[in-house]
């Protein structure tokens, strides 16, 4: 389609859109956070304007184009690329207006692409674009269509669930434990991961975690060299808290110094696909917390 100079393309949805716009401004209902890509496909036109709008900042500070990014030489090939193939922009010729966002989310459309007004790797393939994108996930789509991927689950029934099935401990030293050996030996193993670096973590877990790891890594382009699991210490190494479900091995820490707990900048936010492979195999992230913690994710065991 888009390979095709000329072609005609129905843009009339988002003329008929940019109408009702005018007409009232609504405030937008979407929060900034990223939706999955099949939630998108379910998103009505006037929506996936409203939200390409409130992650167009995101979208700008990863190295791809959006609303109000200031490299005007680019803004300004995207939108005779976009006019082209039959699209009527009046935003000012360099300018990423609503016009020039319409239009994208219009040929992200055609082309069966993400449709999230943000012109990326693939939207700068699709419309043969002159310049290079940042290198984006691929689209994934697990194989054995079991993925039942939630941006959030269980958690505090998670949680129950893991310690209910826990280990008598002395405490250690700054927030430490020590674990009955008994259960430490029936309970945890050490694998190789694909990195080829080695493990402590939880049996039930084990092979599933370095099928996700792998899958996730592979496909994202996110490799992270610091993979902790098992630790035996309480929540943040702090005694008053309760014992962190890292001392059970069911948890993980990807590369702590770049996704910093508490705050929600982490590297791994650059790599969405990542986040929802681990997701797919049941891994809780917890970037979703209302207290990030961008490097961790925990096992769902209501899923086991
Ligand atoms: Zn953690």
Not at 16 to 25: A, D, Y
Not at 86 to 105: C, E, K, R, V, W
Not at 223 to 230: E, H, Y
Not at 255 to 265: A, I, K, L, S
Request: net charge positive; aromatic share 10%; proline share 4%.
């Amino acid at each position: 389609m888009w390979d095709k100079k000329g072609e005609d393309i129905s843009f009339n949805w988002f003329y008929k859109l940019k109408e009702r716009l005018l007409e009232e401004q609504q405030e937008t209902e979407f929060s900034g956070e990223r939706e999955s890509t099949e939630a998108l496909a379910a998103l009505s036109d006037e929506e996936l304007v409203k939200y390409a709008s409130a992650r167009a900042n995101k979208c700008n500070s990863m190295g791809n184009i959006s609303v109000g990014n200031p490299d005007k030489e680019k803004v300004e090939i995207i939108q005779k690329a976009l006019a082209d193939a039959g699209a009527n922009i009046t935003d000012p010729a360099g300018t990423f207006g609503a016009t020039t966002l319409m239009a994208t989310i219009a040929a992200q459309k055609q082309t069966g692409i993400r449709t999230d007004g943000c012109v990326g790797s693939e939207t700068i393939e699709a419309l043969k674009l002159p310049f290079k994108g940042r290198p984006q996930p691929k689209n994934v789509s697990i194989g054995t269509g079991k993925c039942r991927y939630k941006k959030s689950g269980n958690t505090r029934r998670t949680r129950e669930l893991i310690q209910s099935s826990g280990f008598d401990y002395t405490e250690g030293r700054k927030g430490r434990i020590k674990i009955d050996p008994q259960w430490q030996r029936e309970n945890v193993v050490r694998i190789k991961l694909h990195t080829g670096k080695t493990i402590r973590i939880h049996r039930q877990i084990a092979t599933l975690f370095a099928k996700a790891f792998k899958e996730a890594s592979e496909v994202s382009g996110y490799a992270p060299r610091s993979v902790q699991t098992q630790v035996a210490r309480h929540i943040l190494w702090d005694p008053s808290k309760p014992v962190s479900n890292h001392s059970y091995g069911m948890a993980i820490d990807f590369n702590p110094r770049e996704n910093p707990y508490g705050m929600d900048t982490g590297k791994i936010r650059e790599y969405p696909e990542f986040i929802n492979i681990m997701n797919c195999y049941g891994f809780l992230w917890g970037g979703d917390w209302s207290t990030p913690d961008d490097m961790h994710f925990e096992f769902d065991v209501t899923r086991l």
